[in-house]
């Protein structure tokens, strides 16, 4: 069983910057395709980004060139840096991890864009 707690969110303006962490315990950090999603209000939940187990990095169209997803396999741990902030990037944004044996998330963590 893997456990995921996210930290990081918060309000921020459009045009600033926030950095989302994930910590992960109870696992095999390093074989876990990581990854992190979001949920608007009224909304599905939708992929933002992941990293594969090789550091391979996928990105929504929406936030490319803009967010970053990193991984430290040493501290099982994933991070989302997000530049450039826009309204339409507020949700309730959950980590993930994902492996053949099992599909996990956090709890997720608010962020919040507005002037």
């Known amino acids: 069983q893997v456990q995921l707690v996210e930290s990081g969110g918060g309000l921020a303006q459009p045009g600033g910057s926030l950095r989302l962490s994930c910590a992960a315990s109870?696992?095999?950090?390093?074989?876990?395709?990581m990854g992190w999603y979001r949920q608007a209000p009224g909304k599905q939940r939708e992929l933002v980004a992941t990293?594969?187990?090789?550091?391979?990095?996928n990105y929504a169209s929406s936030v490319k060139g803009r967010f970053t997803i990193s991984r430290d396999n040493a501290k099982s741990a994933v991070y989302l840096q997000m530049n450039s902030l826009k309204p339409e990037d507020t949700a309730v944004y959950y980590c993930?991890?994902?492996?053949?044996?099992?599909?996990?998330w956090g709890q997720g963590t608010q962020v919040t864009v507005s002037s």
């Open positions: 993930n991890a994902k492996h053949s044996l099992g599909n996990y």
């Open positions: 990293i594969t187990t090789d550091g391979s990095t």
């Open positions: 109870g696992g095999i950090f390093r074989l876990y395709v």
